[in-house]
């Protein structure tokens, strides 16, 4: 259900997904990260959630959503009564992309060819899982997704449907929310919660 097919969606379940995506060298990234940051959840979570790279404590630790960013995640989920273990939380992207500066790994977003080398790990978690809804934060799962057109600004909290009739929507990544000027930080914030709100009503 991706916006563009895939050529070879990877086969098994998730931890055999898990174990094939520790060895994936598809793209460089592999070789300066600690370790994949694949996706992790219940198989048959009615919901899933992708946003775009793991940061730096996800690469520490191979967990998805640990560092900041999904711990904004964790209190706007737990603001509409979801709890997320119950979500399969994943990234676009598995590999945590840096540049050092002096002792500190800068965050940099991955490019065209790398999310387009990661295309099948999200093609394989979503086949896999098979959930109700997916929702994407940010407009690096959102393209991918919905196809390059996709606007998060215009678009976002709006309902769609995926070919194969997966209900799909679109959100700020809570890594925009915290990086946004502070008078515009508390209006993200609340657009995320309001869409995480449709998601926790559509589960009911
Ligand atoms: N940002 C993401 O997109 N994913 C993570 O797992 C952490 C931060």
Not at 54 to 75: H, K, S
Request: net charge positive.
């Amino acid at each position: 259900p991706l916006a563009k097919p895939v050529d070879e969606i990877p086969a098994g379940n998730l931890r055999t997904l898990t174990r094939k995506a520790r060895g994936c060298q598809a793209c460089p990234l592999w070789k300066p990260a600690t370790q994949t940051v694949f996706g992790q959840g219940p198989e048959d979570a009615l919901a899933m959630l992708v946003g775009e790279q793991p940061g730096n404590q996800e690469d520490i630790t191979g967990a998805p959503f640990v560092g900041p960013a999904g711990q904004l995640l964790d209190r706007a989920l737990e603001e509409v009564g979801l709890d997320r273990d119950t979500l399969y939380l994943t990234n676009t992207v598995k590999h945590f992309k840096f540049e050092m500066r002096g002792k500190a790994r800068l965050h940099k977003r991955a490019n065209a060819a790398e999310q387009e080398a990661c295309r099948m790990w999200l093609a394989a978690e979503l086949l896999q899982v098979q959930p109700k809804i997916v929702v994407a934060l940010g407009a690096m799962a959102a393209h991918t997704l919905f196809g390059n057109q996709f606007r998060v600004t215009r678009e976002r909290g709006q309902w769609r449907t995926l070919p194969g009739g997966t209900r799909a929507l679109a959100s700020w990544h809570p890594s925009a929310v915290l990086r946004a000027p502070s008078s515009r930080r508390e209006q993200l914030r609340g657009e995320l919660v309001a869409d995480l709100r449709l998601l926790a009503q559509a589960l009911e």
